[in-house]
């Protein structure tokens, strides 16, 4: 199933609304986070640079790196800006989305990604980057932190012709 069937609206980090069928014919490498998070997004941030940093320049033109917001409530478009500047991901290849609390939910089964509200500032969830090819299909996802990324890159490289 591709993840441009989805019939949501997310608002990206510069305020503008979109649909994730307006990515088709990109690659997209996704990973949940929240903003606030202090444990394991800092990490994810960290893996998704270094993904980036390993994938041919000539290939990286095609490919989109995609953060969506578990918690819509706090990253609003201006935070989510403010956290793409801190993380130097301010160019065009880094998109942060925050969507309904629905919509969110929604977009986590599609990855099998599981979080839960732990207190109001913190959640318990999976750590998970998944690969989607230009049709939105999922093609690869890799579990953990800090693990090789060997098998993201190519996964990326492969779908980049």
Known sequence: ??????????????????????????????????????????????????????????????????????????????????????????SDQWLFLRGTEEDTREFAAVLAFNYKRISPMDFSHSNIISVFDQDGVLVHQKEGLGEDDSQVVEAITELVE
């Open 1 to 90: 199933m591709s993840i441009y069937n989805l019939p949501s609206t997310w608002t990206t980090q510069d305020g503008e609304n979109i649909e994730l069928k307006e990515l088709r014919g990109e690659v997209l490498v996704m990973v949940m986070i929240y903003t606030s998070c202090k444990a394991s997004c800092p990490r994810l941030v960290a893996d998704m640079r270094e993904i980036k940093k390993r994938v041919p320049e000539e290939k990286n033109e095609e490919v989109k790196y995609v953060f969506v917001s578990i918690d819509p409530e706090v990253d609003t478009p201006k935070r989510l800006k403010a956290f793409a500047k801190e993380n130097q991901m301010d």
